[in-house]
């Protein structure tokens, strides 16, 4: 890796972290589907939410967040640590949609009056040693982890669509294309040759997602 590419890959991680994102797509616009299968866009209802609903929002806004600090991270390492070119470009273009998600949920956390996560340092750092371990048994151990953890991730968001308030379209809007993005992002990884995890290491990491996302709902 050349010293442009580390400097590249430095200031993706201090972007990450900081919450200072760039997106390539526009924030996805809250939809209503008529009868006749038409979409309109729909104006964001935050001012319907009560106190307690916009909190709730941001909470779980704060954990989709860190879940893409953490996707940032696992990308980087796990390019970092194969030597095929066509996967360094597969985890690059898989990051930059990742890196949309990022800058998508940094905004709504600014229209919910809210924050990232504080230790969002420990979570990117930590994925980014979880990546480089899974790179270094190899690339279609890499492509299962990247796979298994698109799955978990999109089990997550479906709770988020069914616990976000109602009338939070904007926050909806994010989290279902989020979810179209991360199912798309596991079927490629398989595609590639990704393998299935040993179930030990597909429940550890269902462990560990919890204890982040319910410690990151509140800090």
């Not at 526009?26 to 009560?50: F, G, K, R, S, Y």
């Not at 800058?103 to 229209?111: G, K, M, P």
Request: proline share 5%.
């Amino acid at each position: 890796m050349t010293l442009d590419e580390l400097i590249s890959e430095f200031d993706r991680g201090l972007r990450s972290m900081t919450g200072v994102s760039r997106m390539s797509r526009p924030i996805p616009a809250p939809q209503t589907i008529h009868a006749d299968d038409a979409a309109t866009p729909v104006e964001p209802a935050d001012t319907a939410l009560t106190v307690e609903e916009k909190a709730h929002s941001a909470a779980l806004m704060r954990v989709n967040h860190v879940g893409e600090v953490c996707a940032q991270a696992l990308y980087q390492a796990q390019k970092l640590a194969t030597k095929s070119a066509t996967l360094k470009r597969g985890f690059e273009e898989a990051a930059r949609e990742e890196e949309d998600h990022l800058a998508w949920t940094t905004q709504r956390l600014r229209d919910l009056d809210s924050r990232p996560s504080l230790l969002n340092p420990l979570w990117y750092t930590g994925s980014l040693a979880l990546g480089f371990v899974a790179g270094r048994f190899g690339d279609r151990v890499s492509l299962g982890f990247m796979a298994e953890t698109e799955r978990q991730v999109e089990k997550h968001l479906n709770s988020h669509m069914t616990s976000l308030p109602a009338n939070d379209h904007a926050s909806r809007a994010i989290v279902e294309q989020m979810r179209v993005d991360e199912a798309a992002h596991a079927v490629a990884a398989v595609n590639a040759g990704g393998i299935e995890l040993p179930f030990p290491v597909r429940a550890l990491m269902r462990a560990t997602s919890k204890v982040m996302t319910r410690t990151a709902y509140y800090i």
